[in-house]
């Protein structure tokens, strides 16, 4: 495999994992937000427009601060839809594909089922919208766009509902966990091998292709987030772990409203990729795992 990546971002969760498993004949040039400020569209383009040879750009940076966005619309909007759409502007004239990440917060939840990339959005908040904005720009500005909208992403890397528990559990006796959001937690290490498995196929797909527009890319089963936080301590505590308290959303009340059910489907994945990412529980095991065994020989 041959495979030229531009990416922006270099040390969020999907970033680092791309970084560390890219293997021989992949060459990812990751761009900090020091080299490129994401707030300023003609930066982007020329980073693009710049750039050496390349067979596809990924877009794995974002804002990403929730509740926070409540309170920062400007910057949320600029850096969620506005630097996506100058991205697909300028990989639109050099004709390059372009893999951007979205969420399942483009979502209310309201549906009893699973989402699939066909129904309709509607964001419950800041965020959400931002990132909704974003997808929009994207397929409307590059006819080689692959949007993948991705839920719960866990990792080794920053922040995330793992690493929290993990703190949590160290310092904490009890815990209360929400027990009402549903969703497909899934290892930003898989989606990026997913993400390199595909893209010398991507690289290559025309316009057109059914490889384009919306994709849901999640690990397989659903859980609520006291059924992660239980499968997390069953590997990281077997013996204590704290005792937890399943609890309503409404127990810990935030800027920005939480959908309920955030379950993504991936019937598209499998007939367009013929894939279907691992459960979440075997990649929990593989994360955690990894974390264990850095904490033994540190």
Known sequence: MSLRILQFGATGQLAREMLDRAG??????????????????GAIARAIGEAGDTD???NAAAYTAVDKAEGEPDLAYAVNA??????????????????????????????????????????????????????QAVLNGCDRALVMRVSWLFSAYGQNFLQMMLRLGETQPALKVVADQRACPTASGDLAAFILSQGERLAKAPAGAREW????????????????????????????PPAMEPVPTSAFPTPARRALNAVLDTSRMQEVFSLQLRPWQEALEDVVGALIAQKETA
């Open 24 to 41: 021989p004949g992949i060459e990812i040039t990751a761009l900090s937000r020091a080299e490129v400020d994401l707030t300023d569209p």
């Open 82 to 135: 506005w630097a996506p759409a100058a991205m697909a502007r300028a990989c639109q004239a050099r004709g390059l594909p372009l893999l951007h990440v979205s969420t399942d917060m483009v979502f209310s939840g309201e549906k009893p089922g699973p989402y699939v990339e066909t129904d309709a959005p509607a964001p419950l908040h800041v965020y959400g919208a931002s990132k909704l904005a974003g997808e």
């Open 213 to 240: 527009g919306l994709l849901h890319v999640v690990n397989a089963g659903v859980a609520s987030r006291y059924d992660m936080a239980q499968a997390i301590f069953a590997q990281t505590k077997p013996g204590n």
């Open 56 to 58: 596809l750009v990924l």
